[in-house]
């Protein structure tokens, strides 16, 4: 096992890693750019290395600077977290070429996966069902219509490359198609660098559904079951909660069967999450793989009494999966509210500042996963997450009650944040019935 793992991150997901290897009694050292320098999580470190100012080019994204501070303060390993430089296949070869453990998937399976048409391919050869779409990628609009034509409008570009909803555009007859191709083609050129398109039906009304699983270096793996994603803002996850509340027993095994059938013809390593669209009659489509730990991963935890960021840092070192299907069980509900710093009254704008107040809830089966203190400076450099409220319960409608409870409790002030539009959601009859789809917000939400 390692004896000190460096963290390439910061905010609720670095404190998240820190408390996982301090339960593992390892050291964790932090990386800080100058906007988090001062912030009070990184004492919680054993060990800060300022790499830089501010903006996350020469901070967070800096290879070379995190390279150097995780060997000047001999760490052997490096947990990525999520976003940054997490699904980048450049940065784990590099940590792998400078004798540094990577906490994830090798590159390569990173890089096959990371690229959803390939990603795609390969579902097909593991006999999970996909969106109906193009065999590869489509390199002109021309292409495209063919296609659109052949399986149907309305029909969605979407980058190969694509993360964070961005270089995706619906587009419902050809002369939307158009235009949606040149702007979908720009917008992944300038996101990431690669304007690869695809294209897939476009599913109407859909749910997101995930499977959470787990592989070791010996082939053994995994899942945790599912966490439902479908209460999205431009197709950006807000609440999460798990099980998926309309999933019958025989389509929850499918579903987590495919998953593993896919990881395990990938070759994978380590934590993964599969994505997957549930349709209303209740089929299912892989939608893509997220090689790295993701936001909502502390529900699952809730609900199977695993610790992931642990298996993370377990799997990379080498350990065998002690876990075997029959042992993981799901007790109870959990669900999450992604605490933002926006402002839901002016369409999830960012809201950065000062906090003068910040008293997050409690009681029992309540958790809040947090880097902020009062006094402390939300920085407009960074995501805009400001804490994670996860509340787990015996049943769903104790689950959302409670939940309700713990968001009035929590004082955020003076900026604005997601709370008013959590609380509205939550007491919307198609959110408790469980009859919703990920266009629940857009349609519902003034
Ligand atoms: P990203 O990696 O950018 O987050 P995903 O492929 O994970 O993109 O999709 C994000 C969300 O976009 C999904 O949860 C869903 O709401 C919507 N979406 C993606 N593909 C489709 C599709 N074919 N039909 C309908 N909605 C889709």
């Known amino acids: 096992m390692f004896s000190r793992i460096l963290i390439a991150n910061r905010g609720e997901i670095a404190v998240r890693i820190i408390r996982a290897c301090h339960d ?9 750019s100058q906007a988090d320098k001062d912030a009070a999580y990184v004492q919680w470190a054993d060990e800060a290395v300022c ?11 800096n290879i070379p600077r995190i390279i150097s501070a ?9 947990h990525p977290g999520y976003g940054f430089l997490a699904e980048n296949a450049h940065f784990a070869e590099i940590c792998r070429e400078c004798g540094i453990t990577f906490i994830g998937p090798t590159p390569e399976a990173m890089r096959l996966l990371g690229d ?22 489509i390199e002109n ?45 720009a917008e992944a050129e300038a996101a990431f660098k690669n304007g690869t398109l695809y294209l897939e039906k476009y599913i109407e009304r859909p749910r997101h559904v995930e499977v959470q699983v787990l592989a070791d270096n010996a082939g053994n793996a995994v899942h945790l079951f599912e966490r439902d ?22 389509t929850r095994e499918n579903l987590c069967k495919a998953a593993l059938r896919l990881i395990q013809e990938a070759g994978y390593q380590n934590a993964a999450t599969c994505e997957f669209l549930l349709d209303r009659d209740n089929s299912f489509y892989f939608i893509e793989v997220n090689t790295r730990i993701q936001v909502e991963h502390t529900i699952t935890e809730m609900i199977t009494g695993q610790d992931l960021v642990q298996w993370q840092i377990r799997l ?6 002690p876990l075997r299907q029959k042992d993981i069980h799901m007790q109870g509900v959990a669900i999450e509210c992604r605490i933002n710093a926006e402002d839901p009254a002016r369409d999830y704008t960012p809201s950065p500042g000062r906090l003068t107040r910040f008293m997050p809830p409690g009681g029992l089966g309540v958790r809040v996963d947090t880097h902020l203190t009062p006094g402390e ?9 400001i804490a994670k409220l996860i509340v787990h319960k015996p049943s769903r409608d104790e689950a959302i009650r409670t939940m309700k409870r713990a968001l009035r409790e929590f004082r955020i002030e003076p900026i604005a944040t997601t709370i008013p539009a959590h609380l509205e959601i939550l007491s919307h009859n198609q959110f408790v019935t469980a009859d919703v789809d990920t266009g629940f917000i857009g349609r519902n939400m003034s």
Request: charged letters at 25%.
């Open 229 to 250: 994603c479908t209460i999205q803002r431009r197709h950006q996850k807000l609440i999460e909660e798990c099980p998926c509340p309309v999933l019958d027993d025989q």
């Open 51 to 61: 790499i830089g100012p501010p903006s996350p080019m020469e901070s967070y994204l």
């Open 70 to 78: 995780a060997e000047i303060t001999d760490a052997e390993a490096i």
């Open 377 to 385: 400076t939300i920085s407009p450099y960074y995501d805009s997450l």
């Open 316 to 321: 990379a070192a080498g350990e065998a999966l």
């Open 116 to 137: 959803k048409v390939e990603a795609r391919t390969l579902a097909k050869k593991a006999m999970v069902p996909v969106v109906p779409g193009s065999e590869g990628p």
């Open 141 to 185: 609009d021309q292409q495209a219509l063919k296609l659109a034509n052949e399986i149907g409008y309305p029909v969605m570009l979407k980058a190969a490359a694509g993360g964070g909803g961005r270089g995706m555009r619906v587009a419902h007859s050809d002369i939307t198609l158009r235009s949606a191709f040149a702007a979908a083609r």
């Open 24 to 32: 593992l009694d390892i050291e964790a050292v932090v990386v800080c």
